[in-house]
């Protein structure tokens, strides 16, 4: 008998539950210039904005020939499709078909199948099913003393699961980040705390790690991390000077074996103290360390603890199993703490 080495590949996309959370799929200026195609959870679709804060969202597929609508543009009447010029309004009405006389009305089936869009913190959030969760709030993306450095969009070679996985996971941080912020030479760390909470999954812990940019020695950094939904987490961190360095990551996923992350930064500094540029820049510098891991691993994720070896260091991600395996269970989603469910 063959071994088995993998699990169900296709584990978040097979399964209905995850269809009822909100994931963002792009920053909202990408809609600038035009309807873009992204996929959520296997579904290729166009998202486009008609105005200032409108975003839409349908299959990337023209009811009439089959043409990517994202690979049309907006006009007053609408998203256009580039094929035969039929539009369509935010709802997914068609707005003009050219080729039928002024005054007719339009086929029924000539609407878009549209799917739950909403623009939020400078993201495009997408639901495919019925919202059983919300888009999570984050006061201090509105509050004064707290600047905003926004991200780029960047794609991943690996699961959502795994990339998240990897986030909750300090123990990588000596060996994968010794080129940035990891310290070989101490790879212990301490047991990270883990709550269930209604709230998500709450991880804690403080860890030694060099200076970011600029900064001479090591520092401590005090992580707070509290994964909202399976795929976002919102990663406190808070240095000994008491500067708060609020991390929003969302892996959404795209296909079976690839993720699109969208992340920014709420800190509670100046930009003199610590240039947005040389935040990007550390950021890109980790995630090309992760990738370089990452994008080799296996593309199943499991959810039977019994196909890995765990360290009590593994914790975090031992709860984070746990919790998806519970939600596949369930059949809709669930929140860590929510243990009648
Ligand atoms: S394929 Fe879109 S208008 Fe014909
Ligand atoms: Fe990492």
């Known amino acids: 008998m063959p071994l088995a080495v993998r699990s169900n590949p296709d584990l978040v996309l097979d399964d209905p539950s995850f269809r009822h959370y909100w994931f963002p799929l792009a920053r909202a200026d990408a809609l600038a210039d035009g309807p873009v195609a992204r996929t959520l959870l296997g ?65 029924p089936k000539a609407t878009l199948d549209t799917v739950r869009a909403a623009e939020r913190y400078g993201w495009v959030w997408v639901c495919l ?27 991943w070679a690996c699961t959502a699961l795994h990339l998240i996985d990897n986030n909750i996971d300090p123990a990588h941080i000596a060996y994968v980040h010794r080129e940035s912020f990891g310290t070989p030479e101490r790879p212990e760390v301490p047991l990270p705390s883990v709550t269930r909470s209604p709230d998500g999954l709450l991880l804690g812990y403080d860890i030694e790690v060099e200076g970011r940019h600029g900064e001479p020695g090591t520092t401590l950094r005090s992580t707070r991390n509290r994964l909202a939904n399976p795929f976002l987490m919102l990663n406190r961190i808070t240095y000994p000077d008491g500067v708060v360095h609020l991390m929003v990551k969302a892996c959404t996923p795209e296909t079976a074996e690839t993720t699109r992350q969208l992340q920014f930064v709420l800190r509670s500094d100046i930009e003199a103290d610590r240039p947005a540029d040389d935040i990007r820049a550390f950021d890109a510098q980790v995630w090309d360390e992760d990738k370089a891991v990452l994008e080799h691993c296996w593309t199943d994720y499991r959810l039977d603890l019994t196909e890995n070896v765990h360290l009590k260091t593994d914790r975090p991600s031992i709860e984070y199993r746990r919790w998806v395996r519970r939600i596949v269970e369930a059949g809709h989603p669930v929140a860590p703490g929510d243990e009648a469910s």
């Open 43 to 107: 579904v290729e679709l166009v998202l486009w904005s008609s105005a200032p804060g409108i975003v839409s969202a349908a299959p990337d597929r023209c009811p009439h020939r089959d043409a990517r609508l994202s690979t049309g543009w907006i006009e007053t009447c609408g998203l256009v499709c580039p094929y035969h010029g039929w539009a369509f309004g935010e709802d997914g009405t068609p707005s003009r078909i050219p080729q039928l006389p002024d005054g007719s009305s339009y086929p």
């Open 129 to 155: 099913d019925e919202p059983l969760h919300a888009i999570p709030e984050i006061p201090e993306f509105d509050l004064d003393g707290w600047r905003t450095v926004h991200e780029p969009e960047s794609a």
